[in-house]
Nanobody, 115 residues
Framework: QVQLVESGGGLVQPGGSLRLSCVVS????????MGWYRQAPGKQRELVAR???????IYEDSVKGRFTISRDIAKNTVDLQMNSLKPEDTAVYYC?????????WGQGTQVTVSS
């Protein structure tokens, strides 16, 4: 059974940093595309960053240069380092594993950027 468990969310002041981590159980980690999504109140869920099995990464325009996605195959984890956080980054962040025919989601972790 595949499970994704996020951690690392919280309250941070504007300009601060947070590191989100997602632990993946199951045998999918090395082949699935891993990503982080977020959903702010009243808005649709949107892609934040994605990392492919070969290491290639893509980012949503508003987080480029501030966020970094990484994966550790030995630990089955995918992290999102978030720097220079802004109030508009406030959202629930979800870990995602995308396969050819199915996608898995974590339960989400709240990130609040506020002074």
């Amino acid at each position: 059974q595949v499970q994704l468990v996020e951690s690392g969310g919280g309250l941070v002041q504007p300009g601060g940093s947070l590191r989100l981590s997602c632990v993946v159980s199951g045998s999918i980690f090395s082949t699935y595309v891993m990503g982080w999504y977020r959903q702010a109140p009243g808005k649709q869920r949107e892609l934040v960053a994605r990392i492919f099995s070969g290491g290639r990464t893509i980012y949503e325009d508003s987080v480029k240069g501030r966020f970094t996605i990484s994966r550790d195959i030995a630990k089955n984890t995918v992290d999102l380092q978030m720097n220079s956080l802004k109030p508009e980054d406030t959202a629930v962040y979800y870990c995602n594993a995308q396969g050819p025919q199915i996608a898995y989601w974590g339960q989400g972790t709240q990130v609040t950027v506020s002074s």
